[in-house]
């Protein structure tokens, strides 16, 4: 008989995954970008002038495969990267403002395509549930483990920092 945990374990991971797939191929479909190229436009569009190793240690990825998005991204006119006029050494990337309405844009699409999965809990189901997963990510997320974030929950919007 499997434990609870096991089973909690496969259901979160299962339902995360799914969702990515069918995100991803939504995006493709109505705006030729992916989800990771989403991801890196939407942290962007929260945090400009990220730097791609932050940006990179943030979606789980390594800079080389973030170097690549980006540098897609800005074939595609959704980005730029300028020289930071205060570091030379550095890079700043930065969102055009067809950047920020493909991002909106791709916000949108992903919220009305899985919506239904979340409008069939009631309200105080659905803020149970970002109770509990934002406790999971305090638990999973200290200090000391490995692949931990450094971002923090905005509890007002309920989006990642």
């Known amino acids: 008989m499997e434990s609870s945990v096991s089973v909690l374990d496969y259901l979160l991971q299962?339902?995360?995954s799914t969702m990515h797939r069918q995100s991803d191929q939504v995006l493709q479909e109505r705006?030729?970008?992916g989800m990771s190229q989403f991801k890196i436009l939407r942290i962007l569009q929260q945090e400009p002038g990220i730097q791609q190793r932050v940006l990179a240690d943030r979606l789980g990825q390594t800079e080389a495969g973030v170097s690549r998005q980006i540098k897609l991204l800005?074939?595609?006119g959704l980005l730029l990267v300028?020289?930071?006029p205060e570091s030379r050494?550095?890079?700043l990337t930065i969102l055009t403002a067809k950047g920020t309405k493909i991002t909106d844009a791709a916000q949108e699409i992903v919220m009305e395509y899985h919506g239904p999965v979340f409008e069939q809990f009631t309200e105080k189901q659905q803020k149970l549930?970002?109770?509990l997963l934002e406790s999971m990510h305090n638990a999973a997320c200290v200090q000391g483990r490995p692949h931990t974030c450094d971002h923090v929950l905005k509890k007002a919007v309920g989006q990642v920092a």
């Open 14 to 16: 299962h339902v995360a």
């Open 31 to 33: 705006l030729g970008i």
């Open 74 to 76: 800005v074939q595609k």
């Open 82 to 84: 300028e020289v930071n």
């Open 89 to 91: 050494r550095e890079h």
């Open 129 to 131: 549930l970002r109770e």
